[in-house]
């Protein structure tokens, strides 16, 4: 194995109580500042991917190697130390400011009797500031909208300093502009600052747009991971929705977009 | 620095240094709220159906401080009832009113329940057991506490057990636990009233189960303020901790939180406040419930601020209501009638006020 590799996950697989099984021999590698976009059906299984990666879930089978390292090897806050991790948008039932709750991303560098202070406030500011989000600070976290929380949740990661970040369904119940503010935002914090992301949505053109490296999961289990262009074609689009689509080149933009077929009946397969 | 805005659109900033305004917005509510602490202690140490005047209070507890070089303007009457009498059971009333308001907070951050009460795993109802137990065998009321204290321990150990029995470990397993074993406790103090003899001991178990003070001694009291005082500490330390457990389990253990440990602990150290108030004075409900309500009101909702005001009001309360308690009427009244009393038109004011959405 190459020792740049940031994230490894070694044949990989997960049953629920050993019976069900959801995925298996899942395999890729990813290296600094490197994206990797989990398309799949609902209920194929992306969601319980990410938490067998974040070590919330121990795999049936398989290891994930953090900087070569088994995560099974890493204390929790040492795990916390090198990758974040935002589940699908919750909602607290006690209500913090966007400010208290990013701060939140400190607590892997910090005791366990501490609070935050001034250092660690700094810290939220200048990232609040970088994603030209300050004026939220103050704002109930539970009252803000949909967009806005998915920008605290990102804020809260980059507070917590990983190398890698997980993202399970970033763009879920975002409309059209907020979905791409929240990809462009992504595929910037892997460009510019390195790091590596693995991110699940159910928009092809997400995975076309960031151009890295796509994983298709079908309702086997099975994960095809690899670049854009190898990986997402219209027969492996059609296979995984069951739906008629084209791959559209757009010369203005020089990539493909992906593009539902006609409504009719007969287009279903 | 990297701009990480994707658009030219930005979220306009209200204010330039919102924090700083916000947090000494909590530090002056907090600094208040001890002064009407100790305002509200000298208030009701000075009255009562003996009246001293509250200036006499002042020098007396000054003279149990610094014993020399002040006149003695009272009469020994008035020390004897100040120090002996009123002044152990307000320390206890303190103490008490202080852990379960701390209680409370903690279990309503951790079960991320607004409508959580501290005796949710069943140590109030296992304390009563033990005590009815104690009463029934004639032991005397050093026995009945200790009794009391090793039951509510032992029912949340049941209750924490019941998790692990069926290897789910998550909290809404807990809360199941704690609503069988309190079941379970409550039919078993039946069973001790039931048997009880009715002229004495069945008053003594009942008059036990609402909660009083009327028997507290600064010996009883000092024997429980040591752990009371220390894992007070422990839980206000923690309390930006439980603010990361209310996140969920998922994003705290995201956040590097060992969940069952620092869960444990604060369950752990919420529990063993609970039991020794409960062993100080019986069983006082709505404390716990509504204490921690009221600072959310006052305050917000963040733990790090909510836990310490929590006690401070806590501590607050539980003066007024045993001012109460022992002023009203010729005879003490006990103490959670007035704390149902005051507690069930407050909780609705509260929640009127903070329109919570009880889902």
């Known amino acids: ?269 | 620095m990297i701009n990480l805005e994707s658009s030219s659109k930005s979220i306009p900033i209200d204010k330039p240094k919102p924090q700083i305004s916000a947090v000494w917005h909590a530090h002056k509510i907090i600094y208040f709220s001890i002064f009407l602490f100790i305002a509200a202690f000298l208030i009701s140490l000075s009255i009562g159906r003996f009246n001293v005047p509250l200036i006499q209070v002042v020098k007396i507890l000054i003279s149990q401080v610094v014993p020399t070089g002040m006149e003695v303007t009272w009469t020994e009457q008035m020390q004897n009832v100040i120090i002996n009498i009123r002044l152990p059971r307000l320390v206890g009333a303190s103490l008490v009113g202080g852990a379960l308001a701390l209680s409370g907070a903690t279990y309503q951050g951790l079960f991320k329940n607004p409508l959580v009460s501290p005796d949710l795993l069943g140590v109030s109802n296992g304390a009563c057991v033990g005590a009815a137990i104690a009463i029934l065998l004639g032991f005397p009321s050093l026995v009945i506490q200790g009794c009391a204290l090793l039951t509510g321990l032992l029912a949340v150990l049941i209750s924490t057990s019941i998790p692990k029995f069926f290897k789910n470990n998550s909290s809404l397993m807990l809360v199941l636990g704690g609503v069988i074993v309190s079941g379970f406790m409550s039919s078993l103090l039946g069973i001790t009233k039931y048997v009880a003899d009715p002229d004495n001991q069945l008053a003594a178990i009942v008059y036990w189960t609402m909660g009083s003070f009327a028997t507290t001694n600064m010996n009883q009291v000092l024997l429980v303020m040591p752990a009371i005082l220390s894992v007070m500490v422990v839980l206000l330390l923690m309390r930006w901790r439980i603010n990361l457990l209310s996140l969920g389990d998922k994003e705290a253990r995201s956040l590097g939180v060992n969940i069952r440990k620092t869960r444990g602990l604060a369950i752990f150290c919420a529990t063993i406040l609970t039991a020794c108030a409960v062993c100080l004075c019986g069983t006082i409900g709505w404390v716990g419930l509504i204490i921690p309500h009221f600072g959310r009101l006052i305050i917000g909702h963040d733990n790090r601020y909510l836990l310490p005001i929590s006690t401070i009001i806590g501590a607050v309360f539980m003066i007024v209501v045993d001012t109460i308690a022992r002023n009203l009427t010729g005879s003490e009244i006990p103490l959670s009638i007035i704390t149902g009393l005051l507690g069930a038109p407050l909780f609705v004011w509260l929640l009127a006020r903070q329109k919570v959405r009880i889902s």
């Open chain 1, 1 to 269: 194995m190459c020792d740049d590799v940031i994230l490894g996950v070694k044949n990989l697989s997960y049953s629920y109580d050993g019976v069900k099984k959801i995925f298996a021999n899942i395999d890729f590698e990813l290296r600094k500042g490197e994206v990797l976009v989990i398309l799949g059906a609902n209920g194929a299984g992306k969601s319980t991917l990410l938490d067998c990666i974040s070590n919330m879930l121990t795999p049936t089978t398989g290891e994930i190697l953090l900087k070569g390292k088994n995560i099974a090897k890493y204390a929790i806050n040492d795990v916390a130390k090198l990758m974040g991790y935002v589940p699908q948008i919750s909602t607290p039932t006690f209500s913090y400011t966007v400010r208290d709750y990013i701060v939140m991303g400190r607590a892997p560098h910090m005791g366990i009797l501490n609070v935050p202070g001034p250092a660690e406030y700094d810290k939220v500011d200048e990232v609040m500031k970088d994603m030209w989000i300050s004026g939220l600070a103050d704002k109930i976290y539970a009252n803000i909208s949909g967009g806005e929380r998915q920008q605290a949740q990102i804020a809260r990661i980059l507070v917590q300093e990983t190398d890698i970040i997980l993202l399970d369904e970033p763009t879920n119940h975002l409309d059209y502009g907020n979905q791409l503010k929240i990809i462009q935002i992504i595929s910037k914090l892997a460009r510019i600052r390195g790091l590596t992301v693995v991110l699940t949505s159910h928009i092809p053109d997400h995975a076309i747009m960031i151009d890295e490296k796509v994983g298709i999961m079908d309702n086997l289990g099975h994960m095809t991971v690899g670049p854009v262009k190898e990986v997402i074609s219209e027969e492996s689009l059609k296979e995984l929705y069951h739906t008629d689509l084209h791959l559209v080149y757009i010369d203005e933009l020089k990539r493909i977009a992906c593009v539902a077929g006609k409504l009719n009946d007969e287009n279903r397969k």
